[in-house]
């Protein structure tokens, strides 16, 4: 449904785009520079969208790989301190 929207606006924009070019030849100047602004915004936009994209990606995956470090951290220590309680436990049913 979202394409079918776009699809019928850049239709609309197109007969829009006809009918001023055609009926209104004084305004061509205008509405070329228009085109050209607009198509200067739209790649400069998909630029910072792909720039963007890639930057979070490698944020994404740096905390990824710091989360697996600590997860592997977490699993020594929670050996070490079940390995220490077990000991304490031991030495306290010998009492």
């Known amino acids: 449904m ?4 776009k699809v019928a606006v850049w239709i609309m924009a197109v007969v829009l785009g006809l009918f001023v ?3 209104t030849p004084d305004f061509r100047p205008i509405v ?9 915004c739209y790649v400069l936009s998909a630029i910072v969208e792909v720039t963007v994209k890639r930057l979070i990606g490698d944020e ?3 905390l990824r790989r ?11 220590l929670d050996r070490k301190v079940t390995a220490i309680l077990r000991d ?5 049913r010998l009492r």
């Open 66 to 76: 710091q989360s697996n470090a600590t997860a592997n951290r977490l699993d020594v």
């Open 88 to 92: 304490a436990l031991e030495q306290r």
């Open 2 to 5: 979202k394409s079918f929207f």
């Open 32 to 40: 070329t520079w228009v085109l050209a602004a607009a198509f200067i």
């Open 60 to 62: 994404l995956l740096e």
């Open 21 to 23: 070019w055609n009926v």
